[in-house]
């Protein structure tokens, strides 16, 4: 009987080592990871550049048990994008808090003033981004090449023509401004790219007037304080910058990192400036801004 016993044993051992072990699996959390993981496409950009709307949206759209809904979508929402990819994209842009451990540190929307490869339409009442502006001359505000960063920039006029062939300044003062979203726990950098440009073509009107000037805010903070966008054709136009012979960029630091307000949400805004000698003074520079960034360090 022992021998028998000894020898069912050792059968039973032989088939059981000759089974294969199962091959290791990707850990749950890793599984999660790469689903969390955010897709750049054109749904979630439309979301982010519509946040507010985006968030109402958003919050009711993401309550459900299943998001099979097709329609109902805000109009900014591309045609193209399905309820797995609204959900999605909504998971990304809203409930993603800016202190989260994966939240973008870049939190400017928008900083180089390109949408999708093309440029939002600046006008003083059609809006279709998250900058706006508005502008007491009623000025046309406007994206297109000789950036800085990218193929597109802001632009702001300081000149016109008198009708007579003579060049005037504009003056008046330009807001640029968006809503940022911050974390009040962290602190901030900031900068961007402040540039000019004139028309070398008119010999015989007077010169440029390098008076414009730049202040920026975070909600009522002064985050840089007032300074001349340039203070002469040389300072802005640096060998680093992209060849244009009217004109160049410098690149303007604020002078200290910046904590957010408590409720971590404020408007960065921009007031640009323009003071001629009076109607019909000299022409001022055109003002340019590009790549603005807040950026959280620490």
């Known amino acids: 009987m022992s021998s028998v016993f000894w020898l069912v044993t050792t059968l039973l051992l032989g088939v059981c080592s000759a089974i294969p072990s199962p091959e290791p699996t990707s850990p749950p959390s890793a599984i999660i990871q790469a689903r969390a993981a955010c897709n750049e496409d054109n749904c979630l950009r439309a979301l982010r550049n519509q946040i507010t709307a985006a968030s109402a949206f958003c919050n009711t759209y993401t309550s459900a048990t299943t998001n099979t809904a097709s329609t109902g979508f805000p109009t900014f929402v591309p045609t193209t994008c399905g309820p797995s990819r609204v959900s999605s994209a909504c998971s990304c842009a809203v409930t993603k808090g800016p202190c989260a451990t994966n939240a973008p540190t870049q939190v400017v929307q928008l900083p180089g003033f390109e949408k999708d490869g093309t440029a939002p339409s600046f006008q003083p009442t059609n809006f279709d981004g998250p900058w706006n502006a508005t502008d007491t001359a009623s000025r046309i505000f406007f994206v297109e090449g000789d950036s800085y960063e990218g193929t597109h920039f802001f632009h702001t006029w300081g000149f016109d023509?008198?009708?007579?062939?003579?060049?005037?300044?504009?003056?008046?003062?330009?807001?640029?401004?968006?809503?940022?979203?911050?974390?009040?726990?962290?602190?901030?950098?900031?900068?961007?790219?402040?540039?000019?440009?004139?028309?070398?073509?008119?010999?015989?009107?007077?010169?440029?007037?390098?008076?414009?000037?730049?202040?920026?805010?975070?909600?009522?903070?002064?985050?840089?304080?007032?300074?001349?966008?340039?203070?002469?054709?040389?300072?802005?136009?640096?060998?680093?910058?992209?060849?244009?012979?009217?004109?160049?960029?410098?690149?303007?630091?604020?002078?200290?990192?910046?904590?957010?307000?408590?409720?971590?949400?404020?408007?960065?805004?921009f007031v640009i400036v323009r003071a001629s000698t009076g109607p019909g003074g000299p022409p001022l520079q055109d003002t340019l801004l590009d790549f603005v960034t807040l950026t959280k360090v620490s």
Do not use: W
Not at 180 to 195: K, N
Not at 226 to 252: S, W
């Open 161 to 269: 023509d008198d009708q007579t062939g003579r060049l005037v300044g504009v003056n008046g003062t330009t807001t640029l401004f968006q809503t940022i979203s911050l974390c009040p726990a962290s602190t901030y950098s900031f900068s961007f790219y402040v540039g000019f440009v004139g028309d070398v073509g008119y010999q015989s009107n007077p010169g440029y007037l390098y008076n414009t000037t730049v202040t920026v805010y975070l909600g009522d903070i002064v985050i840089l304080p007032t300074q001349l966008t340039c203070t002469d054709a040389t300072q802005c136009n640096l060998p680093t910058n992209p060849p244009d012979p009217e004109g160049g960029y410098r690149h303007v630091v604020a002078p200290a990192l910046i904590t957010p307000p408590a409720n971590g949400m404020a408007v960065l805004k």
